[in-house]
């Protein structure tokens, strides 16, 4: 605890640092720091270090449109989150918006929608979910940390949840029997069937999880100096 203190005293000096010794809210834009989770097809690692994706796209473009030299850092979603949470002057994506995190971040603007689904293997007729209770039945694969570990917690549905570390383990457990559900988008679904050899049709779709289909967001720690949120809302408003 007295370490976690400590990187955010440092972190809170450092901004003090540039706000006193700098006139220009730009001035605070090179302190950022980016970080997210590899969430294919929204952002992954690529070639030569650098973060691809069609929301890394967009927070590659701000970054450039703003002048900002900074990397973006790949890292489990949980330590990104952490982070996030944690350290002043940091950036993250994609997040979404929920009434739990509301006070966490500042909320700096959408970055794309999804839709999140229950999904169960296709031959699996034994599984029968008509309202969210059901679950208690089932072993739900979850990342750690993740929206639909939150969601699922704040209904005290832990029992149920199987935790993994990252969402292309969740379908392979489910492939592999080790969890009877999981829960995920079909963009997302279809990447990462590309990637372990499943396809679309080899699951369902129980039904849409309404609270959890939602926006993409880039966030911001709430220590974030707010002539710099200022700064990132206004530019990411801007047309392509």
Not at 132 to 160: A, C, I, P
Request: overall charge negative.
């Amino acid at each position: 605890m007295r370490y976690v203190n400590l990187i955010v005293l440092v972190s809170l000096l450092q901004w003090s640092l540039v706000a006193t010794g700098q006139d220009s809210p730009l001035a605070g834009l090179s302190q950022l720091k980016i970080v997210t989770e590899d969430l294919p097809p929204y952002q992954m690692s690529g070639k030569n270090g650098q973060v691809e994706g069609v929301a890394a796209d967009k927070v590659t473009k701000l970054l450039s449109d703003l002048n900002v030299k900074a990397d973006i850092e790949v890292m489990p979603w949980a330590r990104a989150y952490k982070t996030a949470v944690d350290e002043p002057g940091t950036l993250i994506f994609s997040i979404v918006r929920t009434p739990d995190r509301e006070a966490l971040f500042h909320w700096v603007g959408v970055l794309m929608s999804t839709k999140t689904y229950l999904i169960a293997l296709q031959d699996r007729s034994d599984i029968k979910v008509e309202k969210l209770s059901d679950l208690l039945n089932y072993k739900v694969g979850v990342k750690r940390d993740d929206v639909v570990f939150q969601y699922l917690s704040g209904k005290n549905m832990l029992d149920t949840i199987v935790v993994l570390p990252e969402t292309l383990v969740t379908v392979k457990m489910l492939l592999r029997g080790r969890a009877d559900i999981i829960a995920a988008s079909p963009v997302h679904l279809d990447y990462m069937c590309g990637k372990i050899g499943c396809k679309r049709s080899d699951f369902k779709f129980l039904f849409e999880l309404d609270e959890l289909s939602s926006d993409f967001y880039l966030a911001a720690n709430r220590q974030t100096p707010p002539e710099v949120i200022s700064l990132l809302k206004q530019q990411l408003m801007e047309p392509d």
